[in-house]
Nanobody, 124 residues
C-alpha cells in the first residue's frame, strides 16, 4: 500500500515557477515508477512527466518539455516537479501517482496509487 500527498501548488503569474512535491508512505516507493498527471477544468486528465524507480529514466510531455523537470529522492520517499516559465494553460489540478512496476510510464492505467491533487493556477 502506498499513500501519496502532493504539496506546493498555488497561484503564480505567467513566467513564474513552482515546485511540487509528492510525499509517499509505504515501503515500495523506492521500487516504483512514478508520474505526474494534471486535469484542467472541463478537460480529461493528461500525462505530464514520469520517472523510473532509480531516477534515471525520465520522460516529459511535449507541452512541458524544457520547462518542467521531474525528479525523486528515494531516501526521503519524495518526488518533485520543478515547473518554470509557467503559462496560463498549465492551470490544472496536478496529481502524483505510483506505478504498478518500477518502470516509468505515460499511461494512466499503469498507475495503481494516486494522490488527492494540488491546485496550480497561473494568471496571465
Amino acid at each position: 500500500q502506498v499513500q501519496l500527498v502532493e504539496s506546493g501548488g498555488g497561484l503564480v503569474q505567467a513566467g513564474g515557477s513552482l515546485r511540487l512535491s509528492c510525499a509517499a508512505s509505504g515501503r515500495t516507493f523506492s521500487r516504483s515508477g512514478m508520474g505526474w498527471f494534471r486535469q484542467a477544468p472541463g478537460k480529461e486528465r493528461e500525462f505530464v512527466a514520469t520517472i523510473g524507480w532509480a531516477g534515471i529514466n525520465t520522460y516529459h510531455a511535449d507541452s512541458v518539455k524544457g520547462r518542467f523537470t521531474i525528479s525523486r529522492d528515494n531516501a526521503k520517499n519524495t518526488m518533485f516537479l520543478q515547473m518554470n516559465s509557467l503559462k496560463p494553460e498549465d492551470t490544472a489540478i496536478y496529481y502524483c501517482a505510483a506505478a504498478n512496476s518500477g518502470a516509468s510510464s505515460t499511461r494512466s492505467d499503469q498507475y495503481k496509487y494516486w494522490g488527492q491533487g494540488t491546485q496550480v493556477t497561473v494568471s496571465p
